[in-house]
């Protein structure tokens, strides 16, 4: 069984090219992280108690009541799952495609990262019938599998996983053995409408059945609602709660004497690689996780921005054929457009890295191929954002947080006209 292969051209890449900037920095962070600058002691390794107690709180508001004693803070979810998985050994299973971040760590660490196709239903949590053909294939070759990395509410997609299919997913996982790493970054970032679907055949709306399921309402279920002793749950903060530039994450560790000894090994590797949030960071941090009113509002008002943009990123690429599950958390979509290879051929495009560097000129934004998630190059998929729709600016944005049509900007004009113009290239329009 082959693990997920590096970067097919040059050196690894394990991001999309840009990051997007964000929304501007609430005051009232601002405010706590100037506040704190001038202290100079470190904080202590995996949080600090208001941090931890902080984080118990933001938890328990989720259903997930813990103590800090089963909690970790680190400076963002990378150095969390890198020590977690460092901690449990073994084989590690990723979804294909996914966040790159979820196979970098392991290669990291020297270990195979093996990806397991996801559903047609969404992205974010495997199949549940390939993941036990993959586990048993590794396992029948000498593998150790150990651990899932899922992602309920899922970066590239923009998905969420239906929680029938997530518990038959987890089961299957606990059934192999494996501990279950539920990356939920972005579980407060639901749009709070359901996606309209354009009058097309399904069959070019989104893969298998996945246009019916853009009417209803988001739902997000944690794995650890459903298996609380397998499931290590990770939060990373710099898309709902904090700016993308201000790295922080959080950890939830299971209860018992299991939990208890994964949670200390995790915590000697931070302790090694000293990456926890400086004092005054950790400051803003535990401001932001009391969830006070300025940050609850903005939590809701961007979820609906970019739940307005992606849609409209969502109906733009499927009117013109291309294959899309609907968007319903986050900022993003991930569009196949195999039904235009062809079209793509002729003009010299025959995989998705040769993709990314067409779209990213012809558009003048960056796109990002499906190869970064995992994907296998010669399938034609790419990221789309919602970044190019929103002013450059701080004030533009800050206009489109309370606008009652975002979309009746000149940036977002501007942005679905290019890619619109592109499609019809390429579809014919």
Do not use: K
Not at 164 to 181: D, K, P
Not at 392 to 405: E, I, K, M, N, Y
Request: contains cysteine; hydrophobic residues 40%.
């Amino acid at each position: 069984m082959e693990p997920m292969p590096p970067e097919p051209r040059g050196p690894a890449l394990f991001g999309p090219p840009v990051e997007p900037s964000g929304l501007p920095v609430l005051p009232g962070l601002a405010e706590r992280l100037a506040a704190s600058a001038g202290r100079g002691a470190p904080e202590p390794v995996g949080g600090g108690p208001e941090l931890l107690d902080a984080a118990r709180g933001y938890w328990a508001r989720r259903g997930l009541a813990t103590g800090p004693e089963r909690l970790l803070a680190a400076a963002g979810p990378q150095p969390l799952l890198l020590p977690l998985l460092a901690a449990v050994g073994g084989d590690v299973f990723t979804t294909r495609p996914c966040a790159p971040w979820h196979s970098a760590q392991p290669l990291v660490l020297g270990r195979p990262a093996y990806p397991v196709p996801v559903p047609a239903e969404c992205g974010g949590v495997p199949d549940p019938f390939a993941l036990l053909e993959t586990v048993r294939r590794v396992r029948a070759e000498g593998g150790t599998p150990r651990v899932l990395v899922l992602s309920p509410a899922d970066d590239p997609t923009g998905t969420t996983a239906p929680p029938e299919l997530l518990h038959e997913v987890c089961e299957a996982a606990a059934g192999e053995g494996l501990l279950i790493i539920s990356d939920e970054t972005d579980r407060d970032a639901l749009h709070p409408s359901p996606v309209s679907v354009p009058d097309t055949p399904d069959a070019a709306a989104a893969p298998g059945d996945s246009a019916r399921a853009g009417r209803g309402r988001p739902v997000f279920v944690s794995p650890a609602e459903m298996l609380p002793e397998h499931v290590v749950v990770l939060a990373g903060l710099g898309t709902t709660l904090l700016p993308p530039g201000w790295p922080a994450a959080i950890a939830r560790f299971p209860a018992g004497r299991e939990g208890a000894g994964l949670r200390a090994a995790a915590l000697g590797v931070l302790a090694g690689t000293r990456t926890g949030p400086g004092a005054p960071l950790a400051a803003a941090v535990t401001h932001a996780l009391t969830e006070p009113p300025d940050v609850t509002e903005r939590l809701r008002a961007a979820a609906r921005l970019h739940g307005i943009l992606a849609a409209a990123l969502y109906r733009t690429v499927v009117r013109h054929g291309a294959l899309c599950r609907p968007p319903r958390a986050g900022d993003r979509v991930y569009a196949d457009l195999g039904p235009f290879g062809d079209a793509l051929a002729a003009r010299g495009i025959g995989d998705s890295v040769e993709l990314e560097l067409h779209l990213t000129r012809r558009l003048g934004f960056p796109v990002a191929g499906g190869h970064r998630f995992g994907d296998p190059p010669d399938a034609l998929r790419v990221r789309f954002t919602t970044e190019p729709l929103l002013a450059p600016d701080g004030p533009g944005r800050l206009r489109a947080l309370t606008a009652a049509d975002p979309l009746d900007s000149p940036h977002a004009a501007r942005s679905l006209t290019l890619v619109t113009r592109a499609l019809d290239e390429w579809s014919g329009g």
